[in-house]
């Protein structure tokens, strides 16, 4: 069973502090995606990673991808209440690995606070 | 601009009573998926097609049916919706690439069972 952990579930914070969110996992992936979702919407892709060790930035939000494809962590600096949402990653699986093609498997999801 | 749409985003039947939700790209994906979601949880896939091949997950109930007339639509048929199924419902497409396709999600449909 391909599992992917995402920690942490739940993250409270206030206007202007960092924080990471992490996505780890024994399997190897082809790619990771993140996703951000707010209350009532469907995720909306953040990015997406396939090469180990790859580092990807987006405004304040940096993503990077583990040099064997098994973790990523999602770090935003500075945060604003704009940021709050439910932030998801998920891995890509390839045949090789014993995933259904295209599939992806999800973390739980880390929703985030961030008051003024 | 090229999207997923999902109609109705909102929903309301009654116990039993069977619903259909739609699904439609401008994308022009090959693949498209239906996922339930329920509060504050990951997405839980229930099915996809690739192209016109239907691929059902082992878990999902056979209460939940679905329909690909073409590319661009998908449907996801509710026969006799029970209280549990109440949830957020999403639509995603994607281009299948060896495992690393992206997925697309439409901004889904919130069903609610009275």
């Known amino acids: 069973t391909q599992l992917l952990e995402q920690s942490p579930q739940f993250l409270s914070i206030q206007e202007g502090e960092n924080l990471t969110v992490y996505c780890n996992s024994s399997?190897?992936?082809?790619?990771l995606q993140w996703y951000r979702q707010e209350p009532g919407e469907g995720p909306v892709l953040l990015v997406t990673?396939?090469?180990?060790?790859e580092v990807k930035k987006l405004k304040r939000l940096t993503f990077q991808f583990g040099d064997a494809r098994k973790d990523s962590s999602l770090h935003i600096t500075a945060a604003q209440p704009g940021d709050t949402g439910l932030y998801l990653c998920?891995?890509?699986?390839?045949?090789?690995?014993?995933?259904?093609?295209?599939?992806?498997?999800f973390g739980k999801g880390t929703k985030l606070s961030v008051k003024p | 601009d090229a999207m997923v749409i999902q109609n109705p985003r909102y929903q309301v039947t009654q116990f039993g009573k069977p619903v259909t939700l739609s699904c439609s790209q401008t994308?022009?994906?090959?693949?498209m998926y239906w996922y339930q979601q329920k509060s504050s949880q990951a997405p839980k896939l229930l099915f996809h097609?690739?192209?016109?091949?239907?691929?059902n997950e082992a878990d999902t109930p056979d209460n939940f049916q679905s329909r690909r007339p073409n590319t661009s639509f998908c449907f996801l048929d509710i026969r006799s919706p029970g209280l549990g199924d109440a949830a957020m419902y999403l639509c995603?497409?994607?281009?299948?690439?060896?495992?690393?396709?992206?997925?697309?999600f439409g901004p889904g449909t919130r069903l609610t069972v009275l």
């Open positions: 399997s190897v992936f082809s790619s």
């Open positions: 097609y690739y192209d016109k091949d239907f691929n």
């Open positions: 990673v396939v090469t180990g060790g």
């Open positions: 995603a497409t994607s281009i299948r690439d060896r495992g690393r396709d992206t997925q697309y």
């Open positions: 998920a891995g890509g699986l390839n045949l090789i690995d014993g995933g259904s093609q295209g599939n992806l498997i």
């Open positions: 994308l022009n994906h090959n693949v």
